[in-house]
């Protein structure tokens, strides 16, 4: 019969797995969580900027800005957890109880599974709309709200998994450096289905890149093509390459670490780089908030409403009665809807 350490704190595990806990702020400390602090900040408050846009304009209720929408409430989410760790790290560490250990560590693994997950959803409705030759899917809103539950349902269980039953507090052998009171096997499964994922999202953005390359190669032959399709078409191509560098760089080291902490490996030194590939990671949320929004004019157009709400209101100006430009008539589609020029 398995012994069970229920009683212990959070320190029993740390020394179990050779964790250094301190007791005091050192230099390094006080850096990171600065540096943390205002990293989550900064995402909240791009992502809350994104969220508000995507409610009050109505040339984004469409599915793609319902999943970014998505996207910067998980990233919204990340910045709340990643803050919610800051306050409660370094020396406070010690003071944790289990279960506030355990909530500070599912906080930060179902934001970013939410955010890596709704990054996979936007993948693939892009590669539709590319191939279909839409500006937007015509997936329904009921379906749309589905697919947003199901990606919020899959990121609670990831992240809950632990706390119910899959840690170490029955198994010392098998605790983690990284996570000392996480199972190594968990820590394992973790990483290797972000990295299927990210796997997933190079091979759909990276047939996005080829077909892109492809129609722009065919249609430069002909005189009679649109300029502003081509305009589209290079941005896409632009957006893509953005998109596949900033995920890879800001989530493939924290995975290799995981997965190396997962496999027992005794030479590599993980926890020398935890913290600084997890704020890597963070920082990704902002990101996403910049690469998936601000390239979109009409986002960047809502961005600067709210952002001089009282300029506006103080003044004469009314959007609703401004008359579009000669551009903007040339995005209306034939449907009379707004074609924002966007390479999401």
């Known amino acids: 019969m398995k012994h069970c350490f229920y009683n212990e704190t959070v320190g029993f595990f740390y020394n179990n797995s050779r964790k250094e806990l301190t007791t005091y702020w050192r230099t390094k400390d006080v850096l990171v969580v600065a540096l ?30 319902y999943l970014l929408g998505n996207l910067a409430a998980a990233d919204l989410f990340a910045g709340i957890a990643y803050m919610f760790l800051m306050f409660h790290t370094g020396p406070r560490t010690a ?13 930060l693994d179902t934001s970013l599974t939410a955010s890596v997950v709704n990054l996979l959803a936007i993948a693939v409705e892009r590669h539709q709309t590319v191939f279909t030759m839409q500006l937007h899917s015509k997936m329904s809103n009921q379906r749309v709200m589905i697919l947003i539950f199901c990606i919020w349902v899959t990121a609670l269980l990831l992240g809950l998994i632990p706390s119910y039953g899959w840690h170490c507090l029955c198994a010392l052998e098998k605790c983690s450096s990284m996570a000392p009171l996480y199972s190594r096997s968990y820590l394992t499964f973790w990483a ?45 191509v632009k957006t893509v390459t953005i998109i596949l560098s900033a995920f890879v760089i800001c989530w493939t080291p924290g995975q290799v670490v995981l997965l190396l902490d997962g496999l027992g490996c005794k030479s590599c030194n993980v926890l020398a780089v935890e913290k600084y590939v997890l704020l890597l990671a963070e920082i990704n949320s902002l990101i996403n908030a910049i690469v998936y ?49 966007s390479s999401i």
Request: proline share 2%; charged share 20%.
């Open 293 to 341: 929004s601000y390239r979109d004019n009409e986002m960047r157009s809502t961005f600067r409403r709210i952002l001089c709400f009282i300029c506006y209101r103080n003044s004469k100006y009314t959007p609703t009665v401004v008359k579009l430009n000669t551009t903007d008539r040339r995005t209306l589609s034939q449907n009379g809807h707004f074609t924002v020029d």
């Open 192 to 236: 290797i289905s972000n990295l299927v994922i990210f796997l997933i999202m190079v091979v759909v953005y990276t047939h996005i890149f080829i077909y892109v390359k492809r129609k722009m190669t065919r249609m430069s032959k002909h005189t009679s093509f649109h300029p502003r399709y081509k305009e589209t078409m290079i941005s896409l």
């Open 95 to 107: 003071e944790l109880s289990l279960k506030t250990w355990f909530i500070r560590q599912s906080l």
């Open 36 to 65: 943390g602090l205002t990293v989550s900040v900064i995402v909240l408050l791009t992502n809350l900027l994104v969220i508000t846009a995507i409610i009050i304009n109505r040339r984004f209720h469409y599915p793609i800005y």
